[in-house]
């Protein structure tokens, strides 16, 4: 299974949007939580999860949906395992680096 991939660059932001190949689409809900998976920001290019590492090291900010991509992204150290937020049991996280 691969992932979809877009970034977007945006005043000197760059901002990674990933999420796992088969979420893509998709709603989830849980509670007053609601997660859409929607085309025009997540859809670009089909990757290999393995392609997450560079992308992540030059993403400014980051907005990952899905366990092959939150999951590459805490064994890389970029997100806490204990902050990632599950919806209707699919882990969404966020990132943004803090630049001095």
Do not use: S
Request: hydrophobic residues 40%; charged residues 35%; proline residues 1%.
């Amino acid at each position: 299974m691969k992932i979809y991939v877009k970034v977007y660059r945006v005043q000197g932001e760059v901002l990674l949007a990933a999420c796992d190949e088969e979420l893509m689409g998709k709603t989830f809900r849980e509670g007053e939580l609601k997660l859409e998976v929607k085309e025009r920001f997540y859809k670009g290019e089909l990757r290999d999860v393995e392609d997450l590492e560079k992308l992540l090291e030059e993403a400014t900010i980051a907005n990952l949906v899905g366990e092959r991509c939150v999951g590459k992204a805490i064994e890389l150290g970029y997100i806490d395992k204990d902050r990632v937020l599950y919806i209707q049991g699919v882990p969404h996280a966020q990132m943004a680096k803090m630049l001095w």
